[in-house]
């Protein structure tokens, strides 16, 4: 009985725990986790795992005692930090990012889909709202502009770098 009310005494508010795992298994380690949880019964509301973030993912849940003994299970998991996270150090992690945000007009980019593939390109107009990004490639002999999505290129050096050089 008394477990019990300690259980729903934690039960009142929700907390984020920052559990560390193998690097590049972290999706791995998230499904684990929730199939564990499953299993024995553990509530836990929202498992994170981020790209920006490696080797970490988050849990919210309840009791943390019964999660870091959970945790230990997991095979692709190590250990779970001390404390628990607010909500406002990870928020930014929820927010969808823009696929163009980073880029700016005059970046060199390189085409990593698409046709044009492996070509280097300069950045001449960015539409933020459709995601898109005109670019003139550089090995074509007629300089044509080209729209693309922003997921299609990689930055390979930013306008800024250029008058830091020249400085």
Request: net charge negative; proline share 4%.
């Amino acid at each position: 009985m008394e477990n019990q009310d300690i259980e729903n005494n934690n039960k009142e508010k929700t907390k984020i725990f920052s559990i560390k795992t193998q690097v590049g298994k972290e999706q791995n380690a998230a499904d684990l986790v929730n199939a564990r949880a499953e299993k024995s019964k553990l509530e836990i509301p929202s498992i994170l795992v981020t790209p920006e973030l490696r080797g970490y993912i988050f849990i919210e849940g309840f009791i943390k005692k019964r999660i870091n003994d959970m945790v230990k299970t997991v095979s692709y998991a190590r250990n779970m930090l001390d404390g628990d996270i607010p909500i406002d150090q990870i928020e930014h992690f929820l927010v969808p990012t823009s696929a163009v945000a980073k880029i700016e007009e005059g970046d060199i980019v390189e085409m990593v889909a698409g046709p044009f593939r492996g070509e280097t390109a300069k950045v001449t107009h960015i539409d933020d709202t459709k995601e898109e990004i005109t670019v003139e490639l550089f090995e074509s002999v007629v300089p044509i502009p080209i729209t693309v999505r922003g997921e299609q290129v990689r930055v390979v050096k930013r306008k800024d770098e250029d008058k830091k050089e020249e400085e």
